[in-house]
């Protein structure tokens, strides 16, 4: 068996590397400066913070696939012209590097049956940002240990109020970034302040019905968190709908723009 990172050989029931701290492979691997033709350009994938498992296992696809790599420790060298295909064998090998659940855990199940695909998606995610271990059983129920019962009940909660935000906004489908964006939120967040100060302000009002409607419409900007700017969007909404309704009441103008004020505090 070798290390398929330094090279080392092994007996068979060696299982992972003294040094690397990887799984072993059968093959004996080729050295990085040998992948490729000599003329032909390589590129270094950086794979330091991946998992030992994940780099394992990206090393099991490449061979699978037949693609010519070589390693240099973490760092994994292919042919420039396999490029592509390796981009999409990382993604695979990232992926499946979740959280792992522990065989002699005692475990809970969850029914996922009145959960859409796309919802299962958002829990996953979710589950996998929070750090809990997670998998699915044949029939299609979560499990996770049951000591992270609360936890996984929080992030259910979160989940599911973030997708019943998305249902009730809709999709936006405005595009503003950059400096346009910052001067829409810097603008809709002065016109909030206003109007917490002075619910009544005639001039503020008609602007932030103009302002909020816009912004409640944009699409997530680059470098936005989703569920921070499903808020943003709630807020405006709220904000534009008090705004106008005719019978409004001015603590309801207040409230709602004290709620955006906030929730735009720290985004511009
Ligand atoms: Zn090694």
């Given at each position: 068996m070798y290390c398929f990172q330094?090279?080392?050989?092994?007996?068979?029931e060696v299982t992972e590397c003294v040094e690397c701290g990887v799984g072993l492979v059968e093959?004996?691997?080729?050295?990085?400066?040998?992948?490729?033709?000599?003329?032909?350009?390589?590129?270094?994938?950086?794979?330091?913070?991946?998992?030992?498992?994940?780099?394992?296992?990206l090393e099991g696809l490449l061979t699978s696939e037949a693609i010519p790599h070589g390693w240099q420790g973490a760092v994994l060298i292919v042919r420039e012209a396999d490029e592509d295909r390796v981009d999409a064998l990382a993604?695979?090998?990232?992926?499946?590097?979740?959280?792992?659940?522990?065989?002699?855990?005692?475990?809970?199940g969850y029914d996922m049956d009145e959960w859409t695909a796309e919802a299962q998606g958002a829990l996953v995610k979710a589950l996998g940002l929070a750090g809990?271990?997670?998998?699915?059983?044949?029939?299609?129920?979560?499990?996770?240990?049951?000591?992270?019962?609360?936890?996984?009940?929080?992030?259910?909660d979160q989940v599911t109020h973030r997708l019943a935000v998305d249902d009730e906004l809709g999709e936006a489908t405005q595009v503003i970034e950059g400096l346009k964006l910052n001067d829409l939120l810097g603008d809709v967040r002065t016109l909030a302040r206003k109007l917490?100060?002075?619910?009544?302000?005639?001039?503020?009002?008609?602007?932030?019905v103009k302002h909020a409607e816009l912004l409640s419409d944009v699409k997530t900007p680059f470098g936005f968190d989703g569920n921070r700017w499903s808020q943003i969007r709630l807020r405006c909404t709220q904000m534009h709908g008090?705004?106008?309704?005719?019978?409004?009441?001015?603590?309801?103008?207040?409230?709602?723009?004290?709620?955006?004020a906030i929730e735009l505090q720290e985004v511009v």
């Open positions: 330094c090279a080392r050989e092994y007996v068979e093959d004996k691997p080729t050295p990085p400066e040998e992948v490729g033709g000599q003329d032909e350009p390589q590129v270094a994938y950086e794979l330091y913070e991946w998992s030992f498992e994940s780099r394992r296992m993604e695979q090998a990232e992926e499946a590097d979740g959280p792992i659940l522990e065989d002699d855990a005692e475990k809970i809990i271990p997670h998998m699915f059983s044949a029939e299609g129920e979560l499990i996770v240990a049951e000591e992270n019962e609360d936890k996984v009940d929080e992030v259910i917490v100060k002075n619910s009544g302000d005639a001039k503020s009002t008609l602007s932030m008090v705004l106008t309704d005719e019978d409004r009441e001015e603590e309801d103008v207040r409230d709602a723009a004290e709620a955006l």
